[in-house]
Antibody
Framework: EVQLVESGGGLVKPGGSLGLSCQAS????????MSWVRQAPGKGLEWVGR??????????DYGEPVKGRFTISRDDSKTTLYLQMNSLKIEDTAVYYC???????????WGQGTLVTVSS | EIVLTQSPDFQSVTPREKVTITCRAS??????LHWYQQKPDQSPKLLIK???QSLSGVPSTFSGSGSGTDFTLTITSLEAEDAATYYC?????????FGGGTKVEIK
């Protein structure tokens, strides 16, 4: 059974930094493309960014609102995905979901999410 | 960026009634259009991929259709457990985008 477990959420001040982790199990993680998706309270879904598998180049892509501030990385030996968030803004407040990105076939599995609150 | 416009935003439906949700893309996405169900306080779940392919375990009452710019999610006979918000999503080009969601409530 595929499981994705996010951690690291919490309260941070505007301009601060926070790192999220996503522990994956039940799949060959090194072959998986992974995406982060966020959902502001009471709002819809917004794609944050993606990292491809190393065999596909290991490259990253980001949505415009987070480009230059957020960094996605992975440690295949630990089957863990990361999201480093810097220069946080109030509008980054959201539940952040880790997903398995099936490329053209959509986002196949989602974690339970972790809440990030940016507030002074 | 491809914009996905869902309608309606909200629908209140009697059990066993048919539900139709539409998703229109600002440019063609082929069949790279997918549907998710998000129940209250849960994470989204992929229901239908490539516009019309149901995932394993999805009730047969759910179906999707369309290609290009116009897509439809149909629930042929609504059950109480189908109360949720439904989102369309395109994977045709980056950035990946989602529709604004359709909340389906049981009357």
């Amino acid at each position: 059974e595929v499981q994705l477990v996010e951690s690291g959420g919490g309260l941070v001040k505007p301009g601060g930094s926070l790192g999220l982790s996503c522990q994956a199990s039940g799949l060959t993680f090194s072959n998986a493309w992974m995406s982060w998706v966020r959902q502001a309270p009471g709002k819809g879904l917004e794609w944050v960014g993606r990292i491809k598998s190393k065999t596909a180049g290991g490259t990253t892509d980001y949505g415009e609102p987070v480009k230059g501030r957020f960094t996605i990385s992975r440690d295949d030996s630990k089957t863990t995905l990361y999201l480093q968030m810097n220069s946080l803004k109030i509008e980054d407040t959201a539940v952040y979901y880790c997903t398995i990105d099936w490329g053209a076939a959509g986002l196949g599995y989602w974690g339970q999410g972790t809440l990030v609150t940016v507030s002074s | 960026e491809i914009v996905l416009t869902q309608s309606p935003d909200f629908q209140s439906v009697t059990p066993r009634e048919k539900v139709t949700i539409t998703c229109r893309a600002s440019q063609s996405v082929g069949t790279n259009l997918h549907w998710y169900q998000q129940k209250p306080d849960q994470s989204p779940k992929l229901l239908i991929k490539y516009a019309s392919q149901s995932l394993s375990g999805v009730p047969s009452t759910f179906s999707g259709s369309g290609s290009g710019t116009d897509f439809t999610l149909t629930i042929t006979s609504l059950e109480a457990e189908d109360a949720a918000t439904y989102y369309c999503h395109q994977s045709s080009s980056l950035p990946l985008t989602f529709g604004g969601g359709t909340k389906v409530e049981i009357k």
